[in-house]
């Protein structure tokens, strides 16, 4: 059936805003349209021009690989001797779990959108958006702790440094404070995330790191008694191995900071090249490119991960890693400088301040792509949110008050950052474990929902031990959940249509009511015999006073999910009993939907339509919160308000008439 369909329409431009404001919100009309572009990241390159796989790993690399600079420090002072027993646990959960996991939610989200899109299309209405707001809560959680950790252990790179402590000691708070407003100074002025960059970066990093664990191997091998004295004290404190490994499982959750990464793997797949033939509904070369990039990621991360877990637990007395220690914090670089010389050291703490500065950026990209993507389309944000300056603010001055609460500590931020990580992980094996149960994949399902029931448990163990990172993310997920409520509450008179389609018989009607004056009446669909229809007429005639020879058209709107808030609308046409003619819509909200389209009729004919509806029984509190959670309640003044808001001249403002 032919359609014709037109932009909906828009309220009038606003007056001239002030230079301050048009910078600030720079952007703001292109952003969170269509699924288009929202946040700073580069553009995705252009079909078939995309980058290599391995240089877009480094993308995702400057988050996942910079957490050697303070995993290996972070498990000594977890497990203590047990360090590589325990990082050899985290190894295998990471290659047996979260990578699995990753690799399927890339078959099934192939444009970025990761688990939470992959949660959030099986579940609707309002539990599908609290849901949803919950796991931002915690992706928020994740990526500003990532901000705040990174640039702390970047401060204490800095203040650590044989060359810079004297000058620098007792600063670290300053410091980091500092770090983090630079990065929020960039992402003012425009950040372009540049692939170039973090492949430098991540080259750079790894090389080095590379020396240091050749070196680190060298000396625990010429050493013999290292590994002796290890051992011996390693038995003396555990009767067996099965005590060893029991010991290991129990402090894992406190190193699940080595699985960062998974996520920004997945949300950086628009930027892998594919294949020639790749297309939108299947980029097939994608996936596979995206897959190879998740494991080569944690193939990489794995050796890296057991070999300095490995030198640093043999090679640096214990009480160094505690707070206050030269390695607390910064182990690899206090071998660095302690076994090839402060020169290669300070070297080495240049390349890591600069790879966990990059990792904060992509933090705050990552934070500035998600919450513009959903809450501007709940209806749960201001129109700011969808500009990233006034963003950038807010999340620079929350920043400001975790690294406040920590005190710019990286070892009490790992639980909140553990916290985000694992819930994000849980989340996503639970996304594919749903997928795979729906595509009757059994062996996939039941391997999926074990590897979902150990990061569950996992989740819960950190949560018990470390209560502050479900503290901290209880804390953005009530924010997030007030401030959208109140947005979406100050916004619930808005005209939300973004489009309106009319079908042939939809249009015939409005082309032959274009001849007389335009009558619509509201009606809520019930029988639909001819009845319903004759009663109505005969009391809208009564109510308003309206001449016999007049004729109307009706207007039906069923609502669909009332806790969408833009969509577009699609009306169609239809002549029951031979003689009635109506048009059917579909809609989150009533007043909405025919707010939208008496806009439509009027723009698309230059006549101003007149709507008649009857009063509906009921408080006018109670009708609003029916309005407001399910799209219904007291239409005709809704409708009306819906109207005076879209459009401010009263002469061009269809008519409102109610009985």
Same mark, same amino acid.
């Given at each position: 059936?032919?359609?014709? @369909?037109?932009?909906?329409?828009?309220?009038?431009?606003?007056?001239?805003?002030?230079?301050?404001?048009?910078?600030?919100?720079?952007?703001?009309?292109?952003?969170?349209?269509?699924?288009?572009?929202?946040?700073?990241?580069?553009?995705?390159?252009?079909?078939?021009?995309?980058?290599?796989?391995?240089?877009?790993?480094?993308?995702?690399?400057?988050?996942?690989?910079?957490? =050697?600079?303070?995993?290996?420090?972070?498990?000594?002072?977890?497990?203590?001797?047990?360090?590589?027993?325990?990082?050899?646990?985290?190894?295998?959960?990471?290659?047996?779990?979260?990578?699995?996991?990753?690799?399927?939610?890339?078959?099934?989200?192939? /444009?970025?959108?990761?688990?939470?899109?992959?949660?959030?299309?099986?579940?609707?209405?309002?539990?599908?958006?609290? *849901?949803?707001?919950?796991?931002? %809560?915690?992706?928020?959680?994740?990526?500003?702790?990532?901000?705040?950790?990174?640039?702390?252990? $970047?401060?204490?790179?800095?203040?650590?440094?044989?060359?810079?402590?004297?000058?620098?000691?007792?600063?670290?708070?300053?410091?980091?404070?500092?770090?983090?407003?630079? =990065?929020?100074?960039? *992402?003012?002025?425009?950040?372009?995330?540049?692939?170039?960059?973090?492949?430098?970066?991540?080259?750079?990093?790894?090389?080095?790191?590379?020396?240091?664990?050749?070196?680190?191997? &060298?000396?625990?091998?010429?050493?013999?008694?290292?590994?002796?004295?290890?051992?011996?004290?390693?038995?003396?404190? /555990?009767?067996?191995?099965?005590?060893?490994?029991?010991?290991?499982?129990?402090?894992?959750?406190? =190193?699940?900071?080595?699985?960062?990464?998974? @996520?920004?793997?997945?949300?950086?797949?628009? /930027?892998?090249?594919?294949?020639?033939?790749?297309?939108?509904?299947?980029?097939?070369?994608?996936?596979?490119?995206?897959?190879?990039?998740?494991?080569?990621?944690?193939?990489?991360?794995?050796?890296?991960?057991?070999?300095?877990?490995?030198?640093? +637990?043999?090679?640096?007395? @214990?009480?160094? *890693?505690?707070? %206050?220690?030269?390695?607390?914090?910064?182990?690899?670089?206090?071998?660095?400088?302690?076994?090839?010389?402060?020169?290669?050291?300070?070297?080495?703490?240049?390349?890591?301040?600069?790879?966990?500065?990059? !990792?904060? $950026?992509? $933090?705050?990209?990552?934070?500035?792509?998600?919450?513009?993507? &959903?809450?501007?389309r709940y209806g749960m944000a201001p129109h700011w949110a969808r500009a990233v300056r006034p963003m950038v603010i807010v999340f620079t001055l929350i920043a400001f008050v975790v690294t406040w609460i920590f005190d710019a500590d990286v070892n009490a931020q790992g639980g909140a950052y553990a916290t985000g990580v694992l819930v994000l992980i849980s989340s996503a094996a639970i996304a594919v474990t749903i997928a795979a149960r729906k595509a009757r994949q059994r062996n996939w399902t039941v391997a999926f929902a074990v590897i979902s029931a150990v990061f569950l448990y996992t989740t819960v163990l950190n949560v018990i031990e470390r209560p502050d990172g479900v503290k901290i993310g209880a804390c953005f997920i009530a924010g997030i959940i007030l401030v959208s409520l109140l947005s979406r509450l100050a916004r619930a008179f808005e005209l939300r249509v973004t489009s309106v389609t009319l079908?042939?018989?939809?249009?015939?009607?409005?082309?032959?009511?274009?001849?007389?004056?335009?009558?619509?009446?509201?009606?809520?669909?019930?029988?639909?015999?001819?009845?319903?229809?004759?009663?109505?007429?005969?009391?809208?005639?009564?109510?308003?006073?309206?001449?016999?020879?007049?004729?109307?058209?009706?207007?039906?709107?069923?609502? +669909?999910?009332?806790?969408?808030?833009?969509?577009?609308?699609?009306?169609?046409?239809?002549?029951?009993?031979?003689?009635?003619?109506?048009?059917?819509?579909?809609?989150?909200?009533?007043?909405?939907?025919? $707010?939208?389209?008496?806009?439509?009729?009027?723009?698309?004919? %230059?006549?101003?339509?007149?709507?008649?509806?009857?009063?509906?029984?009921?408080?006018?509190?109670?009708?609003?919160?029916?309005?407001?959670?399910? %799209?219904?309640?007291?239409?005709?003044?809704? +409708?009306?308000?819906?109207?005076?808001? !879209?459009?401010?001249?009263?002469?061009?403002?269809?008519?409102?008439?109610?009985?």
């Amino acid at each position: 059936m032919a359609t014709t @369909e037109h932009p909906a329409p828009s309220p009038p431009e606003p007056p001239s805003p002030s230079r301050l404001r048009s910078w600030m919100l720079e952007g703001l009309s292109d952003m969170g349209k269509g699924g288009g572009h929202t946040g700073p990241h580069a553009e995705p390159e252009p079909p078939h021009r995309g980058q290599p796989w391995w240089r877009v790993m480094c993308l995702t690399g400057v988050d996942y690989f910079s957490t =050697l600079g303070y995993q290996p420090g972070i498990a000594a002072l977890a497990a203590g001797l047990l360090s590589p027993i325990a990082t050899i646990v985290l190894v295998v959960v990471t290659l047996a779990g979260a990578l699995p996991v990753y690799r399927r939610v890339a078959e099934e989200s192939p /444009h970025g959108e990761g688990s939470i899109a992959m949660l959030e299309r099986l579940l609707s209405f309002w539990q599908g958006k609290l *849901f949803v707001l919950t796991l931002l %809560g915690f992706a928020a959680t994740d990526f500003l702790i990532t901000i705040t950790l990174s640039a702390a252990d $970047a401060s204490t790179h800095l203040v650590e440094n044989p060359h810079l402590t004297g000058v620098l000691h007792d600063k670290q708070m300053l410091i980091t404070l500092i770090l983090v407003a630079l =990065l929020g100074a960039v *992402f003012l002025k425009g950040f372009l995330e540049a692939i170039g960059v973090a492949v430098a970066l991540v080259g750079a990093y790894l090389a080095l790191n590379v020396v240091v664990v050749i070196v680190g191997l &060298y000396h625990v091998i010429t050493a013999g008694h290292v590994v002796t004295d290890w051992s011996s004290a390693l038995t003396a404190q /555990h009767s067996n191995v099965f005590a060893m490994i029991g010991v290991a499982l129990l402090v894992f959750p406190k =190193l699940a900071l080595g699985l960062s990464g998974f @996520e920004t793997g997945v949300a950086v797949m628009p /930027h892998v090249k594919g294949d020639p033939d790749d297309t939108e509904a299947r980029p097939t070369g994608r996936i596979r490119d995206t897959k190879k990039l998740l494991t080569t990621a944690a193939l990489i991360m794995s050796v890296f991960l057991i070999t300095t877990s490995f030198i640093t +637990t043999l090679l640096i007395p @214990e009480k160094e *890693f505690e707070a %206050g220690g030269q390695a607390n914090g910064r182990a690899l670089a206090y071998l660095a400088h302690d076994y090839l010389g402060n020169t290669f050291g300070t070297v080495y703490d240049a390349s890591t301040i600069a790879i966990l500065w990059f !990792a904060g $950026a992509s $933090a705050m990209a990552g934070l500035l792509n998600l919450m513009p993507r &959903y809450l501007p389309r709940y209806g749960m944000a201001p129109h700011w949110a969808r500009a990233v300056r006034p963003m950038v603010i807010v999340f620079t001055l929350i920043a400001f008050v975790v690294t406040w609460i920590f005190d710019a500590d990286v070892n009490a931020q790992g639980g909140a950052y553990a916290t985000g990580v694992l819930v994000l992980i849980s989340s996503a094996a639970i996304a594919v474990t749903i997928a795979a149960r729906k595509a009757r994949q059994r062996n996939w399902t039941v391997a999926f929902a074990v590897i979902s029931a150990v990061f569950l448990y996992t989740t819960v163990l950190n949560v018990i031990e470390r209560p502050d990172g479900v503290k901290i993310g209880a804390c953005f997920i009530a924010g997030i959940i007030l401030v959208s409520l109140l947005s979406r509450l100050a916004r619930a008179f808005e005209l939300r249509v973004t489009s309106v389609t009319l079908d042939d018989m939809a249009e015939r009607f409005v082309r032959d009511m274009a001849s007389r004056r335009m009558r619509f009446i509201a009606n809520e669909p019930d029988r639909r015999d001819i009845a319903e229809y004759r009663d109505k007429i005969e009391q809208i005639r009564q109510d308003n006073d309206v001449p016999g020879q007049e004729d109307f058209v009706f207007v039906e709107v069923t609502v +669909t999910d009332p806790s969408e808030f833009e969509a577009g609308l699609t009306v169609r046409g239809e002549v029951l009993h031979g003689r009635y003619r109506v048009l059917t819509l579909e809609s989150s909200s009533i007043p909405n939907a025919l $707010a939208a389209l008496l806009l439509h009729v009027r723009d698309s004919t %230059g006549c101003t339509p007149h709507i008649y509806f009857e009063w509906t029984e009921g408080g006018p509190f109670a009708n609003f919160l029916r309005f407001f959670l399910f %799209g219904q309640g007291e239409v005709a003044p809704v +409708t009306r308000e819906v109207l005076r808001e !879209a459009e401010r001249d009263r002469k061009r403002r269809p008519r409102v008439h109610v009985g």
